[in-house]
């Protein structure tokens, strides 16, 4: 039972002439479902990172509302809509390929304290039930994501001094940090992607427990921790987020296999490695080219596999089959951290494997490499490690030629004349394959 009242809290309220919020920044759909709302005579505000992104000038990933309409109350509204979400309902809205989140307002008043209120890990558990706004603000994580623009008179209306935050560039947690970490220990990592996103500090009480709470993310399921990865990595500012996950120690409780080689560098490597696996994708996402989980989580646990292998190999296992086996091995314990589809882990795998491929350079060989369907990938990997000074450049370089080469004839030219008479080639390449050594 919840009987206590909140207290009230009276919003800061900007009127539309005093911010910068425009509505042919926001998208139709979101527009359409705030006014529909709004004639239905409910309440329905903008929020979120979608009113956060606007107020700096930047364009909104996507757009949540949050009103006071139930979640039935919202799908009469929409023909479009479905219901999601087991313990929050929540309504999607679906425009084409744009999903508008509705949400109505939720309150996060703390469980009774009875058994089984808190984990064992102390965190604490929490009852969502619907609430107001006031509440559905408190409720929400940090300060600059729990202003609301409201559609009746186009005011952004502010509870938690997020206005104040969001012009110093600060990320704040909302209540209690320690408190608020331990409720969803996915707040830390969120922490760190918005501080790279956005490119704010954050606010030093927020950071405090950041470090002692880490572990808390072992509670987490694995499937939610590769969606996060994923925020983190694949939307343009992975090299940064990189750099607050290790400086907060978050990173190694999502990689627990490469975090303590990244201490033990050498010349640089491996974590110049990473941060260039993560700066390469950056620039991709940046040019609009295609980025995969594959490849990242391959940049993100090479140096583990890497070692793996080559310690197998001490041990006497021929180099690709220590190379496969590490990998098998280290991706496998890997997933269960941070789930890794089957559809990544298998693509991940194979530009490991095809590694040694790269030092096969005679007859035909090469041309059939380069038909391969993850060569790109494979190809991409490779340069990566050439850039960290791990592979030869001129081996590199020569792939990177080869590629280039358009006709076949082409090809023929950088083929190593060593690999020119037949019968040498065939007996050659039998020895070759023995000789064929993982990557160093
Ligand atoms: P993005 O730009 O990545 O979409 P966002 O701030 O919109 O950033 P979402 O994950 O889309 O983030 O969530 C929308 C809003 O829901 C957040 O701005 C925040 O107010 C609230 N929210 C999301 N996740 C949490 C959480 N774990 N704890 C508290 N509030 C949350
Ligand atoms: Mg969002």
């Not at 309504?91 to 309150?107: L, P, S």
């Not at 950041?210 to 694949?234: G, M, N, S, V």
């Amino acid at each position: 039972m919840h009987t206590q009242e909140p207290s009230v809290i009276s919003p800061v309220i900007v009127p539309r002439a005093e911010h910068n919020i425009s509505r042919s920044k926001i998208s139709e759909s979101a527009l359409k479902v705030l006014y529909r709302l709004k004639s239905a005579g409910y309440e329905s505000y903008l929020v979120g990172g979608g009113v956060r992104d606007l107020l700096l000038g930047r364009e909104p990933k996507d757009f949540d509302v949050a009103t006071n309409a139930r979640p039935e109350e919202v799908r009469a509204l929409f023909r479009n809509c479905r219901i999601i979400g087991r313990r929050f309902r929540l309504a999607h809205v679906q425009f084409g390929r744009e999903i508008i989140e509705v949400a109505t307002f939720r309150a996060n008043r703390p469980v009774a304290q009875t058994a089984g209120s808190a984990s064992e890990n102390g965190r604490i558990l929490r009852d969502n039930t619907y609430g107001t706004l006031e509440e559905d603000a408190l409720r929400r994580d940090f300060s600059v994501n729990a202003l609301y623009y409201d559609i009746r008179d186009f005011s952004v209306r502010d509870y938690v001094d997020g206005l104040a935050d969001l012009h110093a560039g600060v990320l704040r947690l909302i209540g209690d940090p320690a408190t608020r970490f331990r409720e969803d220990p996915v707040r830390m990592l969120r922490a760190a992607r918005f501080a790279a996103k956005l490119g704010f500090r954050v606010h030093p009480d927020t950071a405090a427990p950041i470090a002692e709470l880490a572990p808390l993310l072992a509670d987490i399921p694995p499937a939610r921790l590769f969606e996060e990865i994923l925020k983190l990595f694949l939307y343009g500012f992975g090299a940064q987020a990189f750099e607050h996950l290790r400086r907060y120690g978050l990173f190694a409780r999502l990689f627990p296999r490469t975090d303590p080689l990244l201490d033990t560098e050498e010349q640089g490597f491996p974590h110049t490695f990473i941060s260039r696996a993560l700066a390469s994708t950056d620039t991709r996402v940046r040019e609009d080219k295609p980025v995969t989980p594959a490849f990242l989580f391959a940049a993100l646990m090479w140096e583990p596999v890497r070692q793996r292998a080559a310690e197998l190999e001490t041990a006497g296992t021929r180099p690709a089959e220590a190379l496969h086996q590490a990998a098998d091995e280290l991706v496998f314990e890997q997933i269960a951290h941070v789930a890794l589809p089957r559809r990544f882990a298998t693509p991940m795998i194979e530009i490991y494997q095809m590694q040694p491929r790269f030092l096969q350079r005679e007859g035909k060989r090469p041309s059939r490499f380069l038909a391969h369907p993850r060569f790109r990938a494979a190809y991409d990997f490779l340069m990566l490690r050439a850039e960290a000074g791990e592979v030869d450049a001129e081996l590199a370089g020569w792939w990177t030629r080869l590629q280039a080469a358009g006709t076949d004839a082409e090809r023929e030219l950088l083929v190593p004349v060593a690999a020119a008479p037949a019968g040498r080639r065939r007996r050659s390449r039998r020895r070759r394959r023995h000789k064929v050594s993982a990557p160093a």
